[in-house]
């Protein structure tokens, strides 16, 4: 069977001791890619500190929660709007349609963390 987009046929797949292709590493010292990431390559603003680390982490957690709960909330007012006559149905629609999809996305983000926490649970020491 033939390689499909570049697939098979040993492509893309480096041969240990074989040395870079020179036309890929000059993007390595593209000035606009330095000055995006900074120094050693890290975006900026990104600390690399346990206590900062877990702290954003919660604080992704919560901001995630909170805009979710405020996502429900808007669907919630505009569907109030709507039976006042001040809103069109499209809008209604549109509102619930984004909530929904941001509980779905929040529920998925819970269980692929449990899933996590459950596997390095797991993990025997």
Same mark, same amino acid.
């Given at each position: #069977?033939?390689?499909?987009?570049?697939?098979?046929?040993?492509?893309?797949?480096?041969?240990?001791?074989?040395?870079?292709?020179?036309?890929?590493?000059?993007?390595?010292?593209?000035?606009?890619?330095?000055?995006?990431?900074?120094?050693?390559?890290?975006?900026?603003?990104?600390?690399?500190?346990?206590?900062?680390?877990?702290?954003?982490?919660?604080?992704?957690?919560?901001?995630?929660?909170?805009?979710?709960?405020?996502?429900?909330?808007?669907?919630?007012?505009?569907?109030?709007?709507?039976?006042?006559?001040?809103?069109?149905?499209?809008?209604?629609?549109?509102?619930?349609?984004?909530?929904?999809?941001?509980?779905?996305?929040?529920?998925?983000?819970?269980?692929?963390?449990?899933?996590?926490?459950?596997?390095? #649970?797991?993990?025997?020491?």
């Amino acid at each position: #069977m033939a390689g499909i987009n570049g697939i098979g046929a040993g492509g893309g797949i480096r041969i240990p001791g074989e040395l870079p292709d020179a036309n890929r590493m000059q993007g390595l010292n593209d000035p606009l890619r330095s000055q995006t990431l900074g120094e050693a390559g890290r975006l900026p603003g990104a600390d690399t500190t346990d206590s900062n680390t877990s702290a954003g982490f919660a604080q992704t957690l919560g901001n995630l929660v909170s805009d979710v709960n405020q996502l429900q909330h808007r669907s919630d007012d505009t569907f109030r709007a709507f039976l006042r006559g001040q809103a069109e149905l499209h809008d209604v629609a549109l509102a619930s349609h984004e909530a929904s999809i941001a509980m779905r996305l929040t529920a998925e983000i819970r269980n692929k963390l449990l899933d996590a926490y459950r596997e390095v #649970m797991r993990t025997p020491m």
